[in-house]
């Protein structure tokens, strides 16, 4: 088993928001995880991500594995050039 930080869909329908969560890699989606490490709102102009820095950094230390759309939205946010 593995840890990851991936997104959980929450909203209705077609008005999605995501928790970015630290789960178990067999976890359901939406299922349960161990912590609520950020938020990401695609559907406001610009989109609204919320970090917690030190968590996320944490959690990397640790080992865990990004999701690519995590990936994507921590690089466009510059957690990887504070962390190192």
């Known amino acids: 088993m593995s ?5 959980a869909r929450h ?3 077609k008005r999605p928001h995501y928790r970015i969560v630290v789960a ?3 976890a359901p989606r939406d299922g ?3 912590e ?3 938020t990401y709102n695609p559907l ?3 989109v609204k991500v919320t970090i917690e820095q030190d968590r ?3 959690w990397m230390d640790k080992g865990v594995i990004l999701s690519d759309t995590v ?14």
């Open 71 to 84: 990936k994507s939205i921590f690089k466009k946010q510059g957690v990887f050039s504070k962390s190192a």
């Open 56 to 58: 996320v950094t944490y």
């Open 36 to 38: 609520i490490v950020g």
């Open 11 to 13: 909203g209705s329908k």
């Open 24 to 26: 178990d890699s067999e």
């Open 44 to 46: 406001v102009d610009p």
């Open 32 to 34: 349960k995880f161990l």
């Open 3 to 7: 840890v990851k930080i991936r997104l």
